[in-house]
């Protein structure tokens, strides 16, 4: 008999666990790893899993005149607001305050995963997470992460492709 993980054994937020089964992905539950430490950050999450800074994916909320919108980046890079609000065609883009975050996704800044979010917002994908094999984004806590293929994460995000990364001068 084998049995399928649920939410508690893998560390996953309930709500990310139950958009996992949802999808069919519940291989995907087996592989979300938990870290005492907590990986709030990009940096903590490489060092945490062992990989490079840029195979992290941030899930990043901002309020598009108002609006949210989750704009996925990779873990090396910042985004670049003013290519966002050209790209989402809004007047003003900001970063998203907490209590946003939270009510638009269900969880905590440290924690947004690419998907499972309370409600629908629009989604943007960096074309630099398509560099990787695989990347690694937060399973609905600051203590665990789950990996996944980039085109496959994308996908299940609902993402569209955009340049919205910021470039070093």
């Known amino acids: 008999m084998t049995t399928t993980p649920d939410a508690e054994s893998s560390g996953a937020h309930p709500r990310f666990a139950e958009a996992l089964r949802r999808l069919g992905l519940t291989d995907v539950l087996a592989q979300v790893r938990r870290f005492p430490d907590g990986t709030r950050t990009a940096a903590e999450a490489a060092a945490a899993v062992g990989c490079e800074l840029s195979e992290i994916c941030k899930s990043l909320i901002f309020a598009a005149d108002g609006e949210p919108v989750l704009v996925l980046m990779d873990g090396a890079s910042r985004v670049d607001v003013e290519?966002?609000?050209?790209?989402?065609?809004?007047?003003?883009?900001?970063?998203?305050?907490?209590?946003?975050?939270?009510?638009?996704?269900?969880?905590?800044?440290?924690?947004?995963?690419?998907?499972?979010?309370?409600?629908?917002?629009?989604?943007?994908?960096?074309?630099?997470?398509?560099?990787?094999?695989?990347?690694?984004?937060?399973?609905?806590?600051?203590?665990?992460?789950?990996?996944?293929?980039?085109?496959?994460?994308?996908?299940?995000?609902g993402a569209t492709l955009a340049d919205v990364r910021e470039r070093s001068s």
């Open 83 to 157: 290519l966002l609000r050209q790209e989402l065609g809004a007047e003003r883009v900001t970063r998203a305050k907490a209590d946003v975050v939270r009510e638009a996704t269900g969880y905590a800044i440290g924690g947004v995963p690419p998907f499972g979010h309370r409600t629908t917002t629009r989604v943007l994908a960096d074309r630099s997470l398509l560099d990787h094999d695989l990347v690694w984004a937060a399973a609905g806590t600051p203590h665990t992460v789950f990996p996944m293929e980039p085109k496959a994460l994308i996908a299940h995000a």
